[in-house]
C-alpha cells in the first residue's frame, strides 16, 4: 500500500490496482501482540488507513479477497481467484509489484491442525487468537518457538493473565546473542512467570479433553491454545513459479531498485531480500522499515525518479516485559562465517549517571573486525536505554566506520540519561583492547 | 583526575602530582541540580572516587588546596599558595596538564556579590546552594538565565517546592532552537509553575529587607536567593600569562594532541578547545565527555601512544521537567555563519507506533547542506524518545554522511519505541525535499 499510495500522490493519472488476498490493508502488524494485551481494545484499532480512504481519497482501485495464483510474464498478467464469489479474475500490467509478505512457518508435524493451534501473522490471525481467548476462557498457553514474536506474545497473555510455557527445539534463547545478555532476558521471563523448556524436540500436539498437550522430549505441556512463533517464511512461490530467482531464505531476489529479474516485475517487504551494509551481501532479514522504505522506492522509481536503495543492517528492537532488546549488524558467528576476523567484548554498564536515582544495569555487546578495524555489530540489553541507543551503532555500520572512530564520537549526556562514557563507548573503547 | 588515573595506570613509576585548588576532586558536577532537587542526599553522593583512593591505591600525588598562580614554561615550573597555611609552593614538570575548568560568569552589576546571590560549578558551590536553602527557609527564587544549568536547577527547586521565576535579557529561551521546539520547553515551564521573564534587562540587585530584589527593565522579582546561571567562562588566564594562546571563547588553544602552543604543556577539559567534526574550526564546547575523553588522551600522549583526538559535534541533552531536550551540530545560524547553505525542516512525530498506548508527540529539527548535501545538526524535544535518539544524528555528523544517506538508515522499529519510521528518518525525509 505504501508503493500504490506513494505512485498515486506522484502521478495521479496512473492506474494503480492493489489486489489483497485478505480482506485488510495498511494495518499495523507489529502492533498486534499489544493489541492482544488489552482485551478491551479492538483489532480495528490497528488499521492505519481504512480501505475505503485508499479508493476514494486516493483513487486506488483496491481489490480485496483477491488472491493471486499465477504471475504470466510473457503477457504481462496475474490470474486468481476472487475469495468470496471463487470467480476468476485476470489483470495485465506494465509494471508488477510482488508484496506478498510472509507466513508464518509451521512444522509438518502431528496436531498442528488441531484447533486452538494458532500462528500470529495477518490481522486476521491477531483476530482469530483474540477471539480464542475470549471465547475459550483461555487459562494457559504454550508457545513454540522464542523469538521476538514469541517473547511479544509471552508478554502479552501475561497481561491477560494467562499461564505461559514457551518451548523451542533449539537449545538457547536468542542464540544470536552472547550467554551473558541472554540470560538477563531468560531472568525477566521467569521474573514474569514465564516458564522456558529451550532444547526440546517437539514430536507433536494431541487433543486432551478441551485442551492441547505439546509433546516434548522430556515434558509434555498442556494448555487451552498453542502458539506458534517459530519464524516465517517469504511468500515467494508465485515469484518462482512465473521464473523468477530466489536468494537467501527463499526470498524474492532484487536489485538496489527493488526489480527483479524481470525489469518490470519489482519485489518490495518481507518477500524480498536485501543486501547487508555490512558484508555487501544478499542477505533476508524482513522488517517493517525495510518493507515499507522498499514500497517508496517502487513507487519511485516506476514514477520515473533515480532510485538506489541502501542496504539493512538488520536493526531491531523488542520489548520483553521490563527488558529493552536490540540489535544491529552482525554477530560474532555471522562475521565469522561471513570472512571477518571478529573481536568481541561484553560490558555491563549503567543507565543513569554515577549516583542518579533510578539507574539500572545496561548490557552492550560489540563486535568489530580484527583486520580492518571495521564496527560490525551491537547488542543491548537493558531496563532503559537500549531501545534508541543502538541507532548510534546502526549509523556507523551504514558508514562502515571503525570502532577506533565510533569510540571517540561524540554522543550525548545528562545525568538522568546515562553515564558520561555512554556504554556504547565504554563498551567501543574495551573491544578496541582486543582488536 | 582522569588524566592522572590513566597515565598511573599505564606507567606507574610515573610521578604524577594533581595540584587542585578547592578541597574536591572526581565529582559528578553534571549531577548537582539532581541531588539539590533531593534535601535527604549528601552532596558528596556525587564524589566519584575519594581523594585518598587517589593517593593510597593509585599512588597520585593528589595535593588538595592547592591553587596555582603562575606557570613558568622557561624553567618548567608552576607555582602558587596553599590555601590553608598561605605558604607559597613550586613544582618543577617534565609535563604540564593545565586541567584549570571553567567558572560561572557573573556580570558586573550591582548587588550581585549580595549573600543569597550564588552560582553552581563546583560542588562547594552546590553545598552552599544546599545549606541556604535549608538555612533560610526558601521559599521564592529567582534564576537569571535560562540555559541547561539554569533549567536543571529550575526543577530542582520545583521539586523541593519553590516558587522559581527566570528572567534574562535576550529575547528568546533558547535561541539555538527553532521557536516550534522552544515554544514546547516554554510550555512545559509553565505547566511546572516557572515564570519566564525574557528580553529583561537587568541592572542590579537590591536587598529587600530579609529578601532580595532582581531589578529588571519592566519587572523587578522578589526572593530568598538568586541563582546567577548565564553560563561559564574558561579558566584561561593562568595559561594565558604564561603566553599560551587562546581562541574561541578564550579558552586556550589545543592541537588533536591535546598539547598548546608548547609541547610539553597540555590543556583539557573546559579550558581547552575542540575542533567542530562539522566545520573543522575550532570551538568552545565546554561538556563532561570530552573532558573526560581529552584527560585520558593527554595520559596517553604523555605514556607515548598514538594520539589523534577528533572533533566534537556539540552533542548535548538535558532534561526539563517531563521532556528530553537535544541537539546535536550546528544550527541554521550556525551553519549560515559557516559558509554553509542550510535547508531545514521541522516535523512532529509519534515517540511511539500508530495506535500504541502512550504515545507522545516528538519533535524534530534538521539542518542540512544545500551545496553538498551534508547532514549538519539535529535537535529534537519530547517526553520521551529525543535524548538517546539524538546519538544517531551525532554519529552521521561524525561520519560526514549526507542527508540522504541518513535517511536510508536501517534504525530499530518495535511499537512501544517509535513509529515504522523513526522521527529521525521521517525528518530526514522532509528535508530532502528542500535541498
Same mark, same amino acid.
Given at each position: 500500500?505504501?508503493?500504490?499510495? &506513494? +505512485?498515486?500522490?506522484?502521478?495521479?493519472?496512473?492506474?494503480?490496482?492493489?489486489?489483497?488476498?485478505?480482506?485488510?490493508?495498511?494495518?499495523?502488524?507489529?502492533?498486534?501482540?499489544?493489541?492482544?494485551?488489552?482485551?478491551? =481494545?479492538?483489532?480495528?484499532?490497528?488499521?492505519?488507513?481504512?480501505?475505503?480512504?485508499?479508493?476514494?481519497?486516493?483513487?486506488?482501485?483496491?481489490?480485496? !479477497?483477491?488472491?493471486?495464483? *499465477?504471475?504470466?510474464?510473457? @503477457?504481462?498478467?496475474?490470474?486468481?481467484?476472487?475469495?468470496?464469489?471463487?470467480?476468476?479474475? =485476470?489483470?495485465?500490467?506494465?509494471?508488477?509489484? %510482488?508484496?506478498?509478505?510472509? &507466513?508464518?512457518?509451521?512444522?509438518?508435524?502431528?496436531?498442528?491442525?488441531?484447533?486452538?493451534?494458532?500462528?500470529?501473522?495477518?490481522?486476521?490471525?491477531?483476530?482469530?487468537?483474540?477471539?480464542?481467548?475470549?471465547?475459550?476462557?483461555?487459562?494457559?498457553?504454550?508457545?513454540?518457538?522464542?523469538?521476538?514474536?514469541?517473547?511479544?506474545?509471552?508478554?502479552?497473555?501475561?497481561?491477560?493473565?494467562?499461564?505461559?510455557? #514457551?518451548?523451542?527445539?533449539?537449545a538457547d534463547l536468542l542464540p544470536w546473542m552472547?550467554?551473558?545478555?541472554?540470560?538477563?532476558?531468560?531472568?525477566?521471563? +521467569?521474573?514474569?512467570?514465564?516458564?522456558?523448556?529451550? !532444547?526440546?524436540?517437539?514430536?507433536?500436539?494431541?487433543q486432551d479433553g478441551k485442551q492441547l498437550r505439546?509433546? !516434548?522430549?522430556?515434558?509434555?505441556?498442556?494448555?487451552?491454545?498453542?502458539?506458534?512463533?517459530?519464524?516465517?517464511?517469504?511468500? *515467494?512461490?508465485?515469484?518462482?513459479?512465473?521464473?523468477?530467482?530466489?536468494?537467501?531464505?527463499?526470498? %524474492?531476489?532484487?536489485?538496489?531498485?527493488?526489480?527483479?529479474?524481470?525489469?518490470?516485475?519489482?519485489?518490495? !517487504?518481507?518477500?524480498?531480500? $536485501?543486501?547487508?551494509?555490512?558484508?555487501?551481501?544478499?542477505?533476508?532479514?524482513?522488517?517493517? /522499515?525495510?518493507?515499507? =522504505?522498499?514500497?517508496?522506492?517502487?513507487?519511485?522509481?516506476?514514477?520515473?525518479?533515480?532510485? &538506489?536503495?541502501?542496504?539493512? +543492517?538488520?536493526?531491531?528492537?523488542?520489548?520483553?516485559?521490563?527488558?529493552?532488546?536490540?540489535?544491529?549488524?552482525?554477530?560474532?558467528?555471522?562475521?565469522?562465517?561471513?570472512?571477518?576476523?571478529? $573481536?568481541?567484548?561484553?560490558?555491563? *554498564?549503567?543507565?543513569?549517571?554515577h549516583a542518579h536515582p533510578g539507574s539500572k544495569?545496561?548490557?552492550?555487546?560489540?563486535?568489530?573486525? &580484527?583486520?580492518?578495524? =571495521?564496527?560490525?555489530?551491537?547488542? #543491548?540489553?537493558?531496563?532503559?536505554?537500549?531501545?534508541?541507543?543502538? @541507532?548510534?551503532?546502526?549509523?556507523? /555500520?551504514?558508514?562502515?566506520?571503525?570502532? $577506533?572512530?565510533?569510540?571517540?564520537?561524540?554522543?550525548?549526556?545528562?545525568?538522568?540519561?546515562?553515564?558520561?562514557?555512554?556504554? /556504547?563507548?565504554?563498551?567501543?573503547?574495551?573491544? /578496541?583492547?582486543?582488536?
Open positions: 500500500m505504501s508503493a500504490a499510495s &506513494r +505512485a498515486k500522490r506522484t502521478m495521479p493519472d496512473m492506474e494503480v490496482i492493489v489486489l489483497e488476498k485478505t480482506g485488510d490493508v495498511s494495518y499495523s502488524a507489529c502492533g498486534m501482540p499489544y493489541n492482544i494485551a488489552d482485551a478491551g =481494545r479492538e483489532m480495528d484499532d490497528l488499521v492505519v488507513r481504512q480501505a475505503d480512504v485508499f479508493r476514494q481519497k486516493q483513487g486506488i482501485d483496491l481489490l480485496t !479477497g483477491h488472491g493471486v495464483e *499465477s504471475i504470466d510474464p510473457g @503477457n504481462r498478467a496475474v490470474s486468481g481467484t476472487i475469495r468470496h464469489s471463487q470467480e476468476p479474475f =485476470r489483470f495485465f500490467y506494465d509494471r508488477l509489484l %510482488i508484496a506478498t509478505g510472509g &507466513r508464518p512457518r509451521v512444522p509438518d508435524l502431528p496436531g498442528f491442525d488441531l484447533p486452538g493451534v494458532l500462528a500470529l501473522k495477518s490481522l486476521e490471525d491477531g483476530k482469530a487468537i483474540k477471539a480464542h481467548i475470549r471465547d475459550h476462557g483461555v487459562q494457559k498457553a504454550v508457545i513454540i518457538g522464542m523469538g521476538y514474536v514469541g517473547l511479544e506474545m509471552a508478554e502479552a497473555l501475561r497481561e491477560r493473565g494467562i499461564a505461559v510455557e #514457551m518451548i523451542k527445539p533449539g552472547p550467554r551473558e545478555l541472554a540470560q538477563v532476558v531468560t531472568a525477566e521471563l +521467569a521474573a514474569n512467570g514465564v516458564d522456558l523448556h529451550a !532444547g526440546q524436540t517437539i514430536s507433536g500436539i494431541e505439546v509433546i !516434548g522430549a522430556d515434558c509434555s505441556l498442556n494448555a487451552d491454545m498453542v502458539l506458534v512463533a517459530i519464524g516465517i517464511s517469504p511468500n *515467494s512461490e508465485l515469484a518462482a513459479d512465473a521464473g523468477i530467482p530466489t536468494g537467501p531464505g527463499n526470498a %524474492i531476489t532484487v536489485n538496489r531498485q527493488m526489480q527483479t529479474s524481470d525489469e518490470t516485475i519489482y519485489a518490495a !517487504g518481507d518477500c524480498a531480500d $536485501a543486501i547487508h551494509v555490512v558484508t555487501g551481501k544478499k542477505v533476508w532479514i524482513p522488517l517493517a /522499515l525495510r518493507a515499507n =522504505r522498499a514500497g517508496w522506492a517502487v513507487a519511485d522509481h516506476v514514477c520515473g525518479k533515480a532510485v &538506489r536503495v541502501d542496504g539493512v +543492517a538488520g536493526t531491531a528492537v523488542f520489548k520483553a516485559f521490563n527488558l529493552e532488546v536490540a540489535r544491529t549488524g552482525l554477530t560474532a558467528a555471522e562475521a565469522q562465517q561471513s570472512g571477518f576476523d571478529p $573481536a568481541v567484548v561484553t560490558i555491563k *554498564s549503567r543507565s543513569r549517571a544495569t545496561i548490557w552492550v555487546h560489540l563486535i568489530g573486525d &580484527r583486520q580492518t578495524g =571495521r564496527l560490525l555489530g551491537a547488542q #543491548m540489553v537493558g531496563p532503559e536505554g537500549a531501545a534508541h541507543r543502538i @541507532n548510534a551503532a546502526a549509523v556507523a /555500520l551504514h558508514a562502515g566506520m571503525s570502532v $577506533a572512530t565510533f569510540a571517540q564520537t561524540d554522543l550525548a549526556y545528562a545525568p538522568p540519561f546515562g553515564p558520561v562514557w555512554d556504554p /556504547l563507548l565504554t563498551a567501543a573503547n574495551q573491544l /578496541l583492547k582486543k582488536m
